[in-house]
């Protein structure tokens, strides 16, 4: 295992034995790397949650955030999608700061995210649940949606379109005007992907999308975001569940007490001692 | 009430879809209206005619209550835009609509020393229209304030703000430091606890003469369809019915049928913010602010927005309440109305734009106006009777199995014994029916139907429909 490499941006924390890795990051290519986190530090009262992590996701990958319990995951997810504001570090999204901006505005520019636990709008349908999503809807201005009604209509039977469109890709049209509060929990998982998809994204953040699902389901939500992947979207995910990521990521991100411990192919964290050490409490 | 239908253009599904109510299947949601306003109007008419209610009486009753019922309506309509779509907790709304009234006052008052009351302070002396357009804005400004610190905490300290709010405005109106005082050169003031004297142009008047101007241009004449048509001969035609003082009468009904408009005015603008990608944004919001935020929605500018328009409505609903009654004292803005409109919507389902005022009616009808109605029949009924004065009277006599004195006191005490009954109504319905009477169904969210576009897979006619 290689020590930190202590590069231009000073990461004292980042520790990559990936040479590839290391040039892509040099190159600093914004069409590369839409993603960019450094020197992220977040302290709630006494306790640091997140001390001096960075790191980097590259287009098109599914990269996934991995560690042990209170290692800052989870904090660092709400640094990035604006929900905390880091005490220190940078967050970059295709080339822009977005440090400390309000979660709608990093939604906006492409960087949505789903909830570990499903949050659907329950008294709303499921397709009410999908038509929030897009962005930029005339709609939304008061006036218009009292005043000019046709061209609110115009754009209303596109979304209405492709809405359908994505319930039919997730397969779960056949609910579409049941209430989301009546989905089971597997669906709920579907219609929040599903409804983060409409909003047009660049990048998709999500927050243990598999916890509590039936390996069925499981093996079906997999499917779906690497159906998506090729077609272009990046994922960051966030995942208990180490298997899981080592067998679909391409790109493993290791954080344990607030430090990235380590980031490499999913072979060579398997191999890292210092995760074995961190997940099984230091006994190899 | 056909006025309160939304063009075909925009009728909603939900419309063309057949509603059912207590058991009984209508074709749409006007009809079910229109049915329901026809039965209670019925039910007021046979108790007056089969007891001999004198139809003078009779007639200024039906004025008042199609008044009532416009008014808790809008007001429903109003509380349910902030409630019902946005799940914003305002239980301030007097204060807003106290706003709304003292406001238009002191903008259309005659100038201090003009008017008819010399001895009150005076107002700008601008017209009515101003005066409401003014009382609106202020109304509206208020709830920014309010809206502005409250909605950035959790829901709950905005319920606190705004009762908190609605007081501060009535000790305002009841502070004698503002009661008078000279601002640039007028005398202006809230008039403190005695009040203010509304002596600006009677509403159904200006308005009246307002629509009058293109008359006025034809005929030379000033305020024809005022003087010509509307004392010449609709309230000259009147009298011939009643000869005494028809005017009253005839403006009981003139200004309940500009109301019944402005409601269906309320009801087309709170559709169709309903029924669109706004009011889908703040049913969102009222499922899980954040969410809608993570979503890419500014919450906070959609919840002042609804906020906003919603305390405006109030201001405009308080003008036109408290417009027409002469004077408006502070004591009137007590908590008690909020608590009123909120049993309206409470009744009629929140969320749902046709419940509302389904719930304003109803509440209007037989739980505001139908207690001292069904009070001034039975004492007419039994030729004014004197009931007994003290609750001890009342109930003696029921040990010697006469009811009759328990019976003329519960009747003497009927507005009090109202809001028991209101109580009551608001138990059985959080148990029986939570949602209110309307509250259950699907309301899309949308401006345009959600079928699958045609063209793909068919739509089976699954779903489940599960209304619960």
Same mark, same amino acid.
């Given at each position: 295992m290689s020590e930190a490499t202590g590069e231009s941006r000073s990461e004292p924390a980042h520790v990559g034995d990936d040479e590839e890795l290391t040039a892509t990051r040099g190159t600093a290519d914004v069409n590369e790397i839409p993603l960019r986190v450094r020197n992220l530090r977040k302290t709630f009262g006494g306790i640091t949650a997140v001390d001096n992590?960075?790191?980097?996701?590259?287009?098109?990958?599914?990269?996934?955030?991995?560690?042990?319990?209170?290692?800052?995951?989870?904090?660092?997810?709400?640094?990035?999608?604006?929900?905390?504001?880091?005490?220190?570090?940078?967050?970059?999204?295709?080339?822009?700061?977005?440090?400390?901006?309000?979660?709608?505005?990093?939604?906006?520019?492409?960087?949505?995210?789903?909830?570990?636990?499903?949050?659907?709008?329950?008294?709303?349908?499921?397709?009410?649940?999908?038509?929030?999503?897009?962005?930029?809807?005339?709609?939304?201005?008061?006036?218009?949606?009292?005043?000019?009604?046709?061209d609110v209509n115009q754009q209303e039977y596109e979304l209405v379109e492709r809405a359908w469109e994505t319930l039919d890709f997730f397969d779960i049209d056949h609910l579409a005007e049941e209430y989301a509060g009546n989905l089971s929990g597997g669906q709920r998982k579907l219609l929040e992907l599903a409804r983060a998809l409409l909003t047009d994204p660049d990048m998709l953040l999500l927050d243990e999308p598999f916890a509590g699902v039936n390996p069925t389901l499981e093996e079906r939500l997999l499917e779906h975001i690497h159906d998506l992947r090729d077609q272009g979207y990046t994922f960051l995910i966030v995942e208990h569940d180490m298997d899981l990521i080592m067998q679909n990521c391409s790109k493993v991100i290791v954080m344990h007490q607030g430090n990235i411990l380590t980031e490499g192919t999913p072979d060579q964290v398997r191999n890292n001692e210092q995760v074995i050490e961190a997940y099984l409490g230091g006994e190899v | 009430m056909t006025d309160t239908e939304p063009d075909d253009e925009y009728a909603q599904r939900d419309d063309e879809e057949e509603v059912s109510f207590f058991g009984i299947t209508f074709p749409n949601d006007g009809t079910m209206l229109l049915v329901l306003l026809l039965a209670t109007y019925a039910l007021y008419l046979i108790a007056g005619a089969v007891i001999g209610f004198p139809v003078r009486g009779l007639v200024n009753q039906l004025g008042q209550l199609t008044f009532w019922i416009a008014l808790f309506a809008m007001s429903a309509l109003a509380l349910n835009l902030q409630w019902g779509y946005t799940g914003l907790f305002n239980i301030g709304i007097v204060g807003f609509m106290a706003t709304g009234v003292y406001v238009t006052a002191i903008i259309s008052k005659p100038v201090y020393g003009t008017g008819t009351s010399a001895a009150q302070v005076g107002g700008l002396g601008l017209p009515l229209s101003v005066g409401i357009l003014g009382g609106v804005l202020a109304a509206g400004l208020l709830g920014f304030l309010a809206a502005l610190p409250a909605l950035r905490l959790r829901a709950d300290y905005l319920a606190i703000v705004t009762i908190a709010l609605s007081e501060i405005v009535r000790f305002a109106l009841l502070s004698n430091t503002l009661?008078?005082?000279?601002?640039?050169?007028?005398?202006?003031?809230?008039?403190?606890?005695?009040?203010?004297?509304?002596?600006?142009?009677?509403?159904?008047e200006a308005l009246i003469r307002a629509l009058s101007l293109p008359f006025d241009l034809v005929t030379g004449q000033e305020g024809f369809l005022w003087t010509e048509i509307y004392i010449g001969i609709i309230v000259n035609g009147i009298s011939v019915f009643t000869p005494g003082n028809p005017k009253s009468v005839v403006d009981t009904f003139a200004y309940a049928a500009v109301l019944l408009l402005v409601l269906g005015g309320f009801y087309v603008l709170l559709r169709r913010t309903g029924n669109s990608p706004f009011g889908r944004v703040l049913k969102a919001i009222r499922e899980d602010e954040d969410v809608t935020n993570a979503l890419g929605k500014n919450t906070n500018q959609f919840k002042i927005k609804s906020f906003v328009v919603g305390c405006a409505l109030m201001g405009l609903i308080g003008i036109l309440w408290f417009g027409t009654q002469g004077s408006v004292t502070p004591n009137t803005f007590r908590p008690r109305i909020t608590f009123?409109?909120?049993?309206?919507?409470?009744?009629?389902? @929140?969320?749902?734009?046709?419940?509302? =005022?389904? !719930?304003?009616?109803?509440?209007?009808?037989?739980?505001? $106006?139908?207690?001292?109605? @069904?009070?001034?029949?039975?004492?007419? =009924?039994? !030729?004014?009777?004197?009931?007994?004065?003290?609750?001890? $009277?009342?109930?003696?006599?029921?040990?010697?199995a006469d009811i009759v004195p328990f019976f003329l006191y519960t009747v003497d005490n009927m507005r009090q014994l109202q809001l028991v009954l209101m109580g009551v109504v608001l138990i059985v319905l959080m148990h029986r029916r939570p949602d209110g009477l309307l509250g259950h169904r699907k309301e899309i969210a949308s401006s345009v139907p959600l079928d699958r576009p045609t063209g793909n897979k068919s739509l089976a006619s699954d779903g489940g429909e599960t209304d619960e």
């Open positions: 992590a960075g790191f980097e996701v590259e287009r098109g990958t599914m990269t996934g955030l991995i560690g042990p319990n209170g290692a800052g995951k989870s904090t660092t997810f709400n640094c990035i999608t604006g929900v905390h504001t880091p005490d220190s570090g940078v967050v970059e999204f295709n080339g822009t700061d977005i440090t400390g901006l309000e979660p709608y505005e990093v939604a906006n520019r492409g960087l949505v995210r789903t909830f570990q636990i499903a949050r659907e709008l329950s008294e709303m349908t499921v397709l009410e649940n999908m038509l929030v999503a897009p962005k930029n809807q005339r709609g939304e201005k008061l006036w218009r949606s009292v005043l000019a009604r046709e | 009661s008078e005082g000279t601002v640039g050169g007028y005398t202006l003031g809230l008039g403190g606890g005695n009040g203010l004297i509304l002596d600006f142009t009677d509403p159904l009123y409109i909120w049993i309206a919507l409470i009744i009629g389902g @929140a969320g749902s734009n046709t419940g509302s =005022v389904m !719930g304003g009616a109803i509440f209007a009808a037989f739980l505001f $106006q139908g207690p001292r109605y @069904a009070k001034n029949v039975i004492e007419t =009924v039994l !030729g004014e009777p004197s009931a007994p004065s003290s609750f001890s $009277q009342a109930v003696a006599p029921i040990l010697s």
